[in-house]
């Protein structure tokens, strides 16, 4: 059984760099896509992008492409994302989840579990 | 670009009452569609997927319906660890993935 042990609390100014981390523990890393997922306060989650440390396979939403750039390093397990100039807007709690595909009949069922325990990142002045 | 939409905002349920939460899809999602529960201070859980297929350790009385762009997640009798917020999830077209805005199930 997975397991995803997310860094802990940032708190930085606008305009600073940033890089969260997502630990894997338990299960084959490379087999499996990690997600990132953003949580802004008191808002719903939204769906960041996928990597697959694999091979570094990565897909982002248009919404967050160019914002952050996912990556990972497979020989010590971790999935990271990072900023390289926080704005205020980026406060959020951010949750790492691994990105599961299983097949079905007619394609394939696509999920995110389990989940990080979530890092939350605030950027004030 | 697929929007879900979530209704209600928020639900009132006494404990060991039924709770129906709803989930509408802009476009055909056909049956690519996942629920999850998400509480305060905790990592998001995974309910549901294929929109009625009940994820490990998911208990019984939470149960998914719909296909297309009409989703319904029912928790037959509410305890007390169910009170959440409830999310669904597309994923019709991957890799795009769209959640909806939630559901908030409170002590009524």
């Known amino acids: 059984e997975v397991q995803l042990v997310q860094s802990g609390a940032e708190v930085k100014k606008p305009g600073e760099s940033l890089k969260i981390s997502c630990k894997a523990f338990g299960d084959s890393f490379t087999n499996y896509w990690i997600a990132w997922v953003r949580q802004m306060p008191g808002k719903g989650l939204e769906w960041m992008g996928i990597?697959?440390?694999?091979?570094?396979?990565?897909r982002y939403s248009p919404s967050f492409q160019g914002q952050v750039t996912i990556s990972v390093d497979k020989s010590i397990s971790t999935a990271y994302l990072q900023w390289t100039s926080l704005k205020a807007s980026d406060t959020a709690i951010y949750y790492c989840?691994?990105?599961?595909?299983?097949?079905?009949?007619?394609?394939?069922?696509?999920?995110?579990?389990?989940w990080g325990q979530g890092t939350l990142v605030t950027v004030s002045s | 670009e697929i929007v879900m939409t979530q209704s209600p905002a928020t639900l009132s349920v006494s404990p060991g009452e039924r709770a129906t939460l709803s989930c509408r899809a802009s476009q055909s999602v056909s049956s690519n569609l996942a629920w999850y529960q998400h509480k305060p201070g905790q990592a998001p859980r995974l309910l549901i997927y294929g929109a009625s297929t009940r994820a490990t350790g998911i208990p019984a009385r939470f149960s998914g319906s719909g296909s297309g762009t009409e989703f319904t997640l029912t928790i037959s009798s509410l305890q007390s660890e169910d009170f959440a917020v409830y999310y669904c999830?597309?994923?019709?077209?991957?890799?795009?993935?769209?959640f909806g805005p939630g559901t908030k199930v409170d002590i009524k």
């Open positions: 989840a691994r990105h599961v595909g299983v097949d079905r009949r007619d394609g394939y069922d696509y999920y995110f579990d389990p």
């Open positions: 999830q597309q994923y019709n077209k991957w890799p795009l993935f769209t």
């Open positions: 990597i697959y440390p694999g091979d570094s396979d990565t």
